[in-house]
């Protein structure tokens, strides 16, 4: 019995799609391929480390995504890469998997992981990855009945797949009226932050005006993956999942004041509307982007609002108005080779921006793509 | 293979064929295999021994045996032998909450 580790390369592509397809039960094409040399070949980086595959016996049985990306320490930009695309084959890959995992966290300066199985995180932390408190999802209902068809979707999809698409929007119209007043309530519907003047307008792409945010959003957050032109392009503009809407803050000189990224996904008949950045050069400009980016998600008429991570400025303002806690918190895991004062730093939750826009965590095709 | 932190050693450094018996009854529980092919086990030969296993191995180790092995070393981890040589070149006591 032989086996073996060593970087992915473009001849593994068939064995992969194999190993996709017996792991998921479903066609690679779509979900997987579609997205491989944009995710893993195009994302700004100052290095790539190439994903890792382990064979047995000549076959491949397990493969580790290795998502470049640049992390933004105080001064410093530092490579970094997110574990992403875990897969093996639990019946043929043995600890080979575990291996490629612990192969990863040491050789990378800088080792990722957003999300992921609840398993994939025991594992991660065992090797010795630290896992943070900073991918809290907050909610905020926006159309009760629309949010109780999406609830039944998801919980029929889990348990009795084949009547997941027999959920229909009228079932909930009802139940969800009577909900409407304690909602409003709940979730703070009328509620505005306070704010000073800005011109909130859609943008068709990233300027070098986002350049200038970024660096003013490091002021804030010394820890996060690079917010710049560059990184926004390729994850919003060049993603295979898009289309997103790009909000801008726009101060009386024309600058950029804070800028946000939105999303709008199908939960089965319901849509739900998701922060994808939230972007910001101070607090004040924070408020009004919060404002604008919930007005957008309103006409869009989403039954719910999303917000995973971000900073913690910006969820305490989605908390005053009406943001609560709910769903799945996800993992988010930082194993470091660096110096002990650019690791404290990593280390301290409240230091980091993250975002749906971070790793693999959120690439589901937003409606419209 | 195996890291010592900290100055702790199990006392006499070798284990016992009490110890053994423990650690065959714990491969044969975590693993499902008989207690008395455990010895000779490890991860390339015994089918259920997968990466989500080698853990629950390694960990129920550790509770047994009251020591931590080493993240960066837990998958050389990979025979019932190198557990075992593990074990008896010492390693860190557990550290007790």
């Known amino acids: 019995m032989s086996t073996r580790i060593r970087p992915y390369e473009p001849s593994d592509r068939p064995e992969l799609d194999r190993l996709y397809s017996e792991?998921?039960?479903?066609?690679?094409?779509?979900?997987?391929?579609?997205?491989?040399?944009?995710?893993?070949?195009?994302?700004?980086?100052?290095?790539?480390?190439?994903?890792?595959?382990?064979?047995?016996?000549?076959?491949?049985?397990?493969?580790?995504?290795?998502?470049?990306?640049?992390?933004?320490?105080?001064?410093?930009?530092?490579?970094?890469?997110?574990?992403?695309?875990?897969?093996?084959?639990?019946?043929?890959?043995?600890?080979?998997?575990?291996?490629?995992v612990n192969r990863s966290l040491r050789e990378l300066p800088l080792a990722l992981l957003f999300g992921g199985a609840p398993v994939t995180k025991e594992i991660y932390e065992r090797?010795?990855?630290?896992?943070m408190p900073i991918g809290?999802?907050?909610?905020?209902?926006?159309?009760?009945?629309g949010m109780l068809a999406a609830a039944a979707y998801r919980f029929l999809r889990r348990r009795a797949p084949p009547l997941a698409g027999l959920v229909r929007r009228w079932i909930f119209v009802l139940p969800g009226a009577f909900l409407v007043p304690l909602a409003a309530i709940r979730y703070r519907w009328k509620k505005k932050l306070k704010t000073g003047d800005y011109k909130l307008v859609p943008l068709d792409g990233f300027d070098e005006r986002f350049d200038t945010l970024c660096v003013a959003m490091r002021q804030h957050c010394p820890a996060s993956c690079l917010r710049d032109r560059s990184f926004l392009e390729w994850r919003y503009l060049e993603a295979p999942a898009g289309p997103y809407?790009?909000?801008?803050?726009?101060?009386?000189?024309?600058?950029?004041?804070?800028?946000?990224?939105?999303?709008?996904?199908?939960?089965?008949?319901?849509?739900?509307?998701?922060?994808?950045?939230?972007?910001?050069?101070?607090?004040?400009a924070l408020s009004a982007i919060i404002n604008g980016s919930i007005s957008a998600f309103k006409h869009w008429g989403v039954d719910l609002v999303l917000a995973i991570g971000l900073s913690r400025a910006a969820r305490a303002r989605l908390r005053?108005?009406?943001?609560?806690?709910?769903?799945?918190?996800?993992?988010?895991?930082?194993?470091?080779?660096?110096?002990?004062?650019?690791?404290?730093?990593?280390?301290?939750?409240?230091?980091?921006?993250i975002s749906p826009g971070d790793g693999d965590e959120d690439l589901e095709e937003t409606i419209g793509a | 293979m195996d890291r010592i932190r900290g100055a702790a050693r199990r006392a006499g450094g070798f284990v016992t064929s009490a110890e053994l018996a423990r650690l065959a009854a714990i491969v044969s529980a975590v693993l499902g295999i008989p207690e008395a092919e455990s010895a000779s086990a490890s991860a390339d030969d015994v089918c259920s021994w997968d990466s989500i296993a080698h853990l629950n191995l390694v960990m129920a180790v550790e509770q047994e045996f009251g020591v931590r092995f080493a993240a960066e070393d837990i998958t050389e981890l990979d025979s019932v032998f190198r557990i075992r040589e593990a074990l008896e070149r010492g390693v860190k006591q557990l550290e007790t909450p």
Request: charged fraction near 25%.
């Open chain 1, 245 to 284: 809407l790009i909000l801008a803050a726009v101060d009386a000189d024309g600058q950029l004041a804070a800028a946000s990224v939105l999303s709008r996904v199908a939960i089965g008949p319901s849509s739900c509307g998701k922060f994808m950045e939230c972007l910001y050069r101070d607090e004040d």
């Open chain 1, 136 to 145: 809290e999802t907050l909610v905020r209902v926006e159309r009760p009945g």
């Open chain 1, 23 to 100: 792991v998921f039960g479903r066609d690679p094409q779509r979900h997987f391929v579609r997205r491989w040399d944009w995710e893993f070949g195009r994302s700004p980086a100052v290095e790539r480390f190439g994903n890792l595959v382990a064979f047995r016996d000549g076959q491949l049985v397990a493969h580790l995504g290795r998502l470049a990306t640049r992390v933004a320490v105080k001064d410093q930009i530092l490579p970094a890469a997110f574990l992403t695309d875990f897969l093996a084959d639990t019946d043929r890959s043995g600890i080979l998997a575990l291996r490629l």
């Open chain 1, 320 to 353: 005053e108005v009406g943001f609560r806690r709910g769903g799945p918190q996800r993992s988010f895991g930082v194993k470091a080779n660096l110096s002990s004062e650019l690791e404290g730093i990593l280390l301290d939750p409240d230091q980091w921006y």
């Open chain 1, 127 to 131: 090797l010795g990855m630290r896992t």
